[in-house]
């Protein structure tokens, strides 16, 4: 699949996007597509004007028709959900313009002039062979991480574990007799710990999985606020340092999914109301699922979204 450039007035004929409010302080946004779901190659090549020339020849260089498609929609994912959240002027997805921080993090490079305010946005996006997903915040570093629940690992998991994670959590794992749910509680693990330093806009390759724990601790405050005001209990997600042993922080909040019956979802937002004293303040979660310009669907409360690690209110 070749992605090509299709004429200008195809561009004009897009329907526009619908705009969408600014998440507030303590909310996260969280968008996801399924590619298998994108059949239109007219769709495909609309999207394709949307990115930069460097972009279209970044997809166009992949090898293979799906590595091409999920590279294209991911760059659609990012561009026509940041032009969504219109502040005092209707924003372009092609104008948007990215630069990366020292570790390769993503960020939008806003052109700032007097006639335009740019919204004090934060996105992270992860995605797998068959999601792709970007998450959304304001004034708070984010970051998010997407596994397939039926990823298969060639490794033995407890091999693999002792080469990335901590003691800690290769001896929660170790404690675990059954294989599948070994396996399933390693990808969860993973998820969060990918989440928590794509927060922190370093990656993998500047802070290695094994220099922090997760741990997974019953709180006081337990609560997911589900249709019809029902409540769901989970345990609160909290990180120690390898190098501090016994010093367990919550300046992040953490959300630990399951998406569309398919694939976990971790969350990791900065949280920056601890020094206010509002720790327990769960961070309010809207999920929304899409194929820009065709559909938009709100699924937070649905069966396709279901907490099971942190503090969320839907």
């Known amino acids: ?11 004009s004929a897009l329907p526009p996007l619908v705009p969408i409010q600014l998440p507030s302080p303590r909310e996260t946004h969280f968008w ?8 239109s190659v007219a769709l495909l090549n609309r999207y394709s004007e949307l990115l930069s020339p460097c972009e279209r020849e970044n997809v166009n260089r992949m090898s293979g028709d799906q590595l091409k498609k999920r590279a294209l929609l991911a760059r659609t994912l990012v561009r026509t959900t940041i032009a969504r959240y219109q502040t005092n002027c209707e924003i ?7 630069k990366k921080n020292i570790y390769g993090k993503p960020e939008v490079e806003w052109h700032k002039d007097d006639n335009f305010s740019p919204p004090p946005l934060h996105f992270n996006i992860s995605h797998t062979s068959s999601m792709i997903a ?37 001896k929660l794992l170790t404690s675990i007799s059954d294989p599948e749910v070994r396996r399933q509680e390693f990808i969860k693990l993973w998820t969060l710990k990918e989440a928590y330093v794509k927060a922190l806009g370093k990656g993998f390759s500047a802070m290695p999985f094994k220099t922090f724990t997760i741990q997974f601790r019953t709180s006081t405050l337990r609560r997911f606020h589900l249709p019809g005001n029902s409540v769901s209990e989970a345990s609160e ?31 990791c937002v900065e949280n920056d109301e601890i020094v206010r004293g509002e720790a327990n303040t769960p961070m309010k979660l809207t999920v929304r699922k899409t194929i820009p310009f065709v559909e938009d669907v ?16 839907q």
């Open 298 to 313: 709100c699924v937070s409360g649905t069966d396709a979204v279901l907490p099971l690690r942190g503090k969320i209110e």
């Open 134 to 170: 970007c998450g959304v915040t304001i004034n708070a570093p984010i970051g998010i991480d997407v596994e397939e629940k039926q990823r298969k690992l060639k490794n033995d998991i407890i091999a693999f574990a002792q080469r990335y994670f901590s003691p800690y959590e290769i």
């Open 237 to 267: 997600v909290i990180v120690e340092a390898s190098n501090d042993p016994g010093n367990l922080t919550n300046n992040c909040l953490f959300a630990l999914l399951e998406v569309a019956g398919s694939h976990y979802a971790a969350i």
């Open 1 to 11: 699949m070749n992605i090509r450039c299709f004429q200008r007035n195809f561009s």
């Open 32 to 39: 996801y597509i399924l590619p298998d779901e994108v059949k």
């Open 92 to 98: 372009n997805p092609r104008s948007l313009k990215f």
